[in-house]
């Protein structure tokens, strides 16, 4: 498919000009995941981090998002912290044969467990309705939650959840990814 084709030179493009300060790589029994993340110091604004990333499943989807989140700390030490923000996807089903792309909306959470070893959980979630989807998109529905663990000063391991729900025009809801999955973030 060609949209395969210019979602890959996307993501390749963007990847290579973020500047990344993290790569992260997830895998479940059925996906395959990979981000790129850049860090405020690389964006020159306080708190900001962009994101470039890529799923693929079994069934030969391939999605990809490129967004930007604002995170931030509540007033006082505390172990909470939040975000807002943003994700631009684009997605080539094979199964259905359809393309979806979405401007979603979406906020983080993550709760820094107290300890010897830094620990962490968190999660995302991201929502396009219909007036912000096109193609073959009715909706999208991205969430995420983890249990993080840095097991080495630059490299954390984790396991988590992940379910990618896009509404179809004309068929059911498609999930893309709705699995147990395990990873590394690398930090360079």
């Given at each position: ?7 890959t ?30 860090d ?11 994101s ?6 079994d069934?030969?989807?391939?999605i ?18 939040f ?15 359809a ?12 709760y ?6 830094p ?29 993080e ?10 396991i ?11 068929g ?17």
């Open positions: 498919m060609k949209i395969k084709f210019w979602l030179t996307l993501m390749l493009g963007l990847a290579s000009t973020a500047q990344a300060a993290e790569f992260e790589l997830a895998l479940s029994k059925d996906t395959a995941a990979i981000d790129i993340l850049a405020s110091a690389a964006l020159g604004s306080g708190g900001a981090e962009l470039v990333g890529a799923l693929y499943n069934a030969d989807d391939l990809g998002h490129v967004g930007l989140l604002v995170r931030g700390v509540p007033a006082g030490e505390q172990p909470f912290s975000g807002l923000g943003g994700r631009i996807y684009f997605a080539a089903l094979d199964t259905p044969d393309s979806v792309g979405a401007l979603a909306l979406g906020a983080g959470a993550r820094l467990i107290p300890g010897n070893i620990m962490a959980v968190g999660g995302d979630i991201y929502f396009a309705p219909g007036i912000t989807t096109f193609s073959d998109g009715d909706d999208l529905l991205d969430l995420k939650i983890r249990f663990a840095d097991v080495l000063p630059n490299a954390t391991a984790f988590g959840y992940r379910n990618i729900v896009a509404g179809l025009e004309n059911p809801d498609y999930d893309i990814d709705e699995n147990v999955h395990l990873g590394i973030r690398i930090l360079f």
